[in-house]
């Protein structure tokens, strides 16, 4: 069992990386091109932001359930990627003229800290 977290714990770090990637680059090009301001632009950042939620899950019931040790920094990226996506979300409605930057640039960030979680993780 748990190898099969562990394992769900690395693909899922991809699938972050990579959702973020892809929403992040999609926000910022619709910031200039309005042709890409489509809802689903809103649908697929949604499910990339809670991409990182379910991990950060998987990563505490490894920890907490299993005993598993992981990098302090591993964890820090994890729960500063959590709070960066409320940080978004809150901001939403005040950078609404910028909102396509916001989470094109948020999106962007949010893809390194899991990259960079996933280099220096346990």
Do not use: K
Request: charged share 10%; with cysteine; hydrophobic share 60%.
């Amino acid at each position: 069992m748990s190898l099969i977290l562990s394992d769900l714990h690395v693909a899922g770090a991809w699938v972050v990386i990579v959702a973020n990637a892809v929403v992040g680059l999609w926000a910022l090009a619709a910031h200039w091109l309005p042709a890409l301001r489509l809802r689903a632009l809103w649908w697929c950042t949604a499910g990339a932001e809670v991409a990182i939620f379910l991990q950060v899950i998987l990563g505490v019931a490894m920890v907490a359930g299993q005993g598993r040790q992981a990098e302090q920094f591993h964890m820090f990226y994890g729960f500063i990627a959590l709070v960066s996506v409320g940080m978004l979300y809150s901001y939403r409605q005040q950078l609404h003229r910028w909102r396509y930057l916001l989470y094109g640039l948020g999106g962007l960030f949010l893809m390194g800290l899991g990259l960079r979680a996933l280099v220096i993780r346990a």
